[in-house]
T-cell receptor
Framework: AQSVTQLDSQVPVFEEAPVELRCNYS??????LFWYVQYPNQGLQLLLK??????LVKGINGFEAEFNKSQTSFHLRKPSVHISDTAEYFCALYNFNKFYFGSGTKLNVKP | GAVVSQHPSWVICKSGTSVKIECRSL??????MFWYRQFPKQSLMLMATSNEGSKATYEQGVEKDKFLINHASLTLSTLTVTSAHPEDSSFYIC?????WGQGAEGGANVLTFGAGSRLTVL
Protein backbone atom coordinates (compact mmCIF):
# COMPACT_ATOMS: atom_id res chain seq x y z
CA ALA A 1 0.00 0.00 0.00
CA GLN A 2 1.12 3.52 -0.75
CA SER A 3 0.68 6.42 1.63
CA VAL A 4 2.05 9.84 2.40
CA THR A 5 2.14 11.36 5.86
CA GLN A 6 2.68 15.02 6.56
CA LEU A 7 3.26 15.23 10.26
CA ASP A 8 2.47 18.90 10.76
CA SER A 9 -0.86 20.35 9.76
CA GLN A 10 0.30 23.89 10.47
CA VAL A 11 3.73 25.48 10.73
CA PRO A 12 4.02 29.08 11.93
CA VAL A 13 7.32 30.80 11.27
CA PHE A 14 8.68 34.33 11.24
CA GLU A 15 9.81 35.98 8.06
CA GLU A 16 13.44 35.30 7.11
CA ALA A 17 13.60 32.28 9.42
CA PRO A 18 14.37 28.80 8.06
CA VAL A 19 11.61 26.24 7.74
CA GLU A 20 11.28 22.50 7.28
CA LEU A 21 8.04 20.79 6.29
CA ARG A 22 8.10 17.09 7.00
CA CYS A 23 6.93 14.30 4.73
CA ASN A 24 7.18 10.56 5.19
CA TYR A 25 6.01 7.97 2.75
CA SER A 26 5.25 4.30 2.65
CA UNK A 27 5.71 2.19 -0.43
CA UNK A 28 6.84 -1.30 -1.26
CA UNK A 29 8.43 -0.22 -4.54
CA UNK A 30 10.50 2.63 -5.89
CA UNK A 31 8.64 5.89 -6.03
CA UNK A 32 8.67 9.32 -7.48
CA LEU A 33 8.14 12.08 -4.93
CA PHE A 34 6.82 15.61 -5.34
CA TRP A 35 6.07 18.76 -3.42
CA TYR A 36 3.23 20.99 -4.57
CA VAL A 37 2.11 24.40 -3.26
CA GLN A 38 -1.46 25.63 -3.19
CA TYR A 39 -2.41 29.27 -2.74
CA PRO A 40 -5.98 30.08 -1.61
CA ASN A 41 -8.65 29.15 -4.13
CA GLN A 42 -6.10 27.97 -6.65
CA GLY A 43 -4.88 24.70 -8.05
CA LEU A 44 -1.56 23.13 -7.14
CA GLN A 45 1.77 24.29 -8.48
CA LEU A 46 4.77 21.99 -8.70
CA LEU A 47 7.64 23.05 -6.42
CA LEU A 48 10.03 20.22 -7.06
CA LYS A 49 10.26 16.52 -7.80
CA UNK A 50 12.53 13.59 -7.07
CA UNK A 51 12.71 11.01 -9.82
CA UNK A 52 16.17 9.50 -9.43
CA UNK A 53 19.80 10.51 -9.03
CA UNK A 54 20.91 13.12 -6.52
CA UNK A 55 18.95 12.92 -3.30
CA LEU A 56 19.01 16.70 -2.85
CA VAL A 57 16.51 18.31 -5.15
CA LYS A 58 16.24 22.03 -5.76
CA GLY A 59 12.97 23.60 -6.79
CA ILE A 60 11.42 26.97 -7.48
CA ASN A 61 11.21 29.87 -5.04
CA GLY A 62 14.34 28.77 -3.16
CA PHE A 63 12.88 25.51 -1.86
CA GLU A 64 14.78 22.24 -1.73
CA ALA A 65 14.04 18.75 -0.51
CA GLU A 66 16.12 15.74 0.41
CA PHE A 67 15.13 12.20 -0.39
CA ASN A 68 16.12 9.78 2.36
CA LYS A 69 15.37 6.22 1.43
CA SER A 70 16.38 4.67 4.75
CA GLN A 71 14.07 7.00 6.64
CA THR A 72 11.44 7.04 3.88
CA SER A 73 11.32 10.80 4.10
CA PHE A 74 11.22 13.70 1.68
CA HIS A 75 11.34 16.84 3.82
CA LEU A 76 10.99 20.27 2.25
CA ARG A 77 13.25 23.11 3.38
CA LYS A 78 13.86 26.76 2.77
CA PRO A 79 16.66 28.69 4.50
CA SER A 80 14.79 32.00 4.66
CA VAL A 81 11.05 32.34 4.13
CA HIS A 82 9.07 35.30 2.87
CA ILE A 83 5.53 36.44 3.56
CA SER A 84 4.66 35.33 0.05
CA ASP A 85 5.49 31.72 0.97
CA THR A 86 2.33 31.58 3.09
CA ALA A 87 0.36 28.76 1.47
CA GLU A 88 -0.49 25.11 1.84
CA TYR A 89 2.10 22.55 0.82
CA PHE A 90 1.36 19.01 -0.29
CA CYS A 91 3.77 16.12 -0.51
CA ALA A 92 2.88 13.49 -3.10
CA LEU A 93 4.02 10.06 -4.16
CA TYR A 94 3.60 8.57 -7.60
CA ASN A 95 3.58 4.97 -8.67
CA PHE A 96 1.30 2.51 -10.42
CA ASN A 97 -0.05 5.41 -12.49
CA LYS A 98 -1.53 7.19 -9.47
CA PHE A 99 -0.63 10.10 -7.28
CA TYR A 100 -1.10 9.87 -3.54
CA PHE A 101 -1.20 13.13 -1.62
CA GLY A 102 -0.46 13.89 1.99
CA SER A 103 -2.96 15.84 4.06
CA GLY A 104 -1.09 19.10 3.57
CA THR A 105 0.85 21.52 5.77
CA LYS A 106 -0.19 25.13 6.10
CA LEU A 107 2.82 27.39 6.26
CA ASN A 108 2.02 30.69 7.96
CA VAL A 109 4.81 33.22 7.64
CA LYS A 110 4.54 36.08 10.12
CA PRO A 111 6.19 39.48 9.76
CA GLY B 1 5.27 26.03 -19.57
CA ALA B 2 2.60 23.38 -19.39
CA VAL B 3 -0.76 24.97 -18.63
CA VAL B 4 -4.08 23.44 -17.70
CA SER B 5 -7.11 25.66 -17.96
CA GLN B 6 -10.15 24.87 -15.85
CA HIS B 7 -13.52 26.56 -16.29
CA PRO B 8 -15.57 27.84 -14.59
CA SER B 9 -13.59 28.87 -11.53
CA TRP B 10 -16.75 29.58 -9.54
CA VAL B 11 -20.23 28.24 -10.03
CA ILE B 12 -23.39 28.49 -7.96
CA CYS B 13 -26.38 26.38 -8.87
CA LYS B 14 -29.71 25.29 -7.51
CA SER B 15 -30.22 21.85 -6.06
CA GLY B 16 -31.26 19.35 -8.72
CA THR B 17 -29.49 21.00 -11.62
CA SER B 18 -26.41 19.73 -13.44
CA VAL B 19 -23.09 21.51 -13.71
CA LYS B 20 -20.31 20.91 -16.21
CA ILE B 21 -16.67 21.71 -15.49
CA GLU B 22 -14.11 21.78 -18.30
CA CYS B 23 -10.43 20.98 -18.11
CA ARG B 24 -8.15 21.77 -21.04
CA SER B 25 -4.45 21.21 -21.59
CA LEU B 26 -3.34 24.26 -23.55
CA UNK B 27 0.07 23.40 -24.92
CA UNK B 28 0.41 19.67 -24.64
CA UNK B 29 -1.57 16.53 -25.24
CA UNK B 30 -2.90 14.85 -22.15
CA UNK B 31 -3.82 11.25 -22.68
CA UNK B 32 -4.66 11.01 -19.02
CA MET B 33 -6.43 13.53 -16.84
CA PHE B 34 -7.36 13.22 -13.20
CA TRP B 35 -10.25 14.71 -11.29
CA TYR B 36 -9.85 15.51 -7.63
CA ARG B 37 -12.20 16.78 -4.99
CA GLN B 38 -10.92 18.83 -2.10
CA PHE B 39 -12.91 19.31 1.07
CA PRO B 40 -12.16 22.28 3.32
CA LYS B 41 -8.90 21.89 5.19
CA GLN B 42 -8.28 18.48 3.66
CA SER B 43 -6.11 17.00 1.00
CA LEU B 44 -7.07 16.11 -2.52
CA MET B 45 -9.21 13.04 -3.00
CA LEU B 46 -8.84 11.34 -6.36
CA MET B 47 -12.28 10.85 -7.88
CA ALA B 48 -11.47 9.34 -11.23
CA THR B 49 -8.87 8.86 -13.91
CA SER B 50 -9.92 9.98 -17.36
CA ASN B 51 -8.33 8.44 -20.43
CA GLU B 52 -8.85 9.88 -23.87
CA GLY B 53 -11.27 7.83 -25.92
CA SER B 54 -12.24 5.41 -23.19
CA LYS B 55 -14.37 5.25 -20.09
CA ALA B 56 -13.13 6.87 -16.94
CA THR B 57 -11.89 4.77 -14.05
CA TYR B 58 -13.59 5.77 -10.82
CA GLU B 59 -12.18 5.40 -7.35
CA GLN B 60 -14.02 3.35 -4.80
CA GLY B 61 -16.96 5.19 -3.31
CA VAL B 62 -17.33 7.70 -6.14
CA GLU B 63 -20.70 7.52 -7.89
CA LYS B 64 -20.03 7.32 -11.60
CA ASP B 65 -23.64 8.14 -12.46
CA LYS B 66 -23.46 11.35 -10.46
CA PHE B 67 -20.02 12.45 -11.60
CA LEU B 68 -19.94 11.96 -15.36
CA ILE B 69 -16.52 12.25 -16.92
CA ASN B 70 -15.89 12.60 -20.62
CA HIS B 71 -12.46 12.77 -22.25
CA ALA B 72 -13.36 13.39 -25.86
CA SER B 73 -10.01 14.68 -27.09
CA LEU B 74 -6.35 14.80 -26.11
CA THR B 75 -6.81 18.29 -24.71
CA LEU B 76 -10.25 18.27 -23.10
CA SER B 77 -11.89 16.43 -20.25
CA THR B 78 -15.20 17.38 -18.66
CA LEU B 79 -16.76 16.59 -15.31
CA THR B 80 -20.53 16.88 -15.04
CA VAL B 81 -22.10 16.86 -11.61
CA THR B 82 -25.60 15.60 -12.26
CA SER B 83 -28.59 16.48 -10.09
CA ALA B 84 -26.35 18.39 -7.74
CA HIS B 85 -27.15 18.61 -4.05
CA PRO B 86 -25.66 20.77 -1.31
CA GLU B 87 -23.39 17.94 -0.20
CA ASP B 88 -21.74 18.07 -3.63
CA SER B 89 -20.50 21.56 -2.83
CA SER B 90 -16.73 21.39 -2.94
CA PHE B 91 -13.58 22.47 -4.72
CA TYR B 92 -12.97 20.34 -7.79
CA ILE B 93 -9.52 20.26 -9.35
CA CYS B 94 -8.42 18.63 -12.56
CA UNK B 95 -4.91 17.73 -13.56
CA UNK B 96 -3.26 16.49 -16.69
CA UNK B 97 -0.37 14.13 -16.83
CA UNK B 98 2.73 15.12 -18.79
CA UNK B 99 4.44 12.10 -20.12
CA TRP B 100 8.13 11.99 -20.92
CA GLY B 101 9.25 15.12 -22.71
CA GLN B 102 5.89 16.77 -23.10
CA GLY B 103 5.22 20.28 -21.87
CA ALA B 104 7.72 22.36 -19.98
CA GLU B 105 8.06 19.90 -17.11
CA GLY B 106 9.20 16.90 -19.11
CA GLY B 107 10.65 13.88 -17.38
CA ALA B 108 8.49 11.21 -15.82
CA ASN B 109 4.91 11.67 -14.90
CA VAL B 110 4.35 15.18 -13.69
CA LEU B 111 0.92 16.51 -12.95
CA THR B 112 -0.08 19.97 -14.06
CA PHE B 113 -3.10 21.22 -12.19
CA GLY B 114 -5.93 23.46 -13.20
CA ALA B 115 -6.83 26.37 -10.96
CA GLY B 116 -9.86 24.55 -9.59
CA SER B 117 -13.60 25.08 -9.67
CA ARG B 118 -15.54 25.96 -6.56
CA LEU B 119 -19.06 24.55 -6.74
CA THR B 120 -21.74 25.81 -4.39
CA VAL B 121 -25.10 24.08 -4.53
CA LEU B 122 -27.94 25.99 -2.90
Amino acid sequence: AQSVTQLDSQVPVFEEAPVELRCNYSSSVSVYLFWYVQYPNQGLQLLLKYLSGSTLVKGINGFEAEFNKSQTSFHLRKPSVHISDTAEYFCALYNFNKFYFGSGTKLNVKP
Amino acid sequence: GAVVSQHPSWVICKSGTSVKIECRSLDFQATTMFWYRQFPKQSLMLMATSNEGSKATYEQGVEKDKFLINHASLTLSTLTVTSAHPEDSSFYICSAENRWGQGAEGGANVLTFGAGSRLTVL
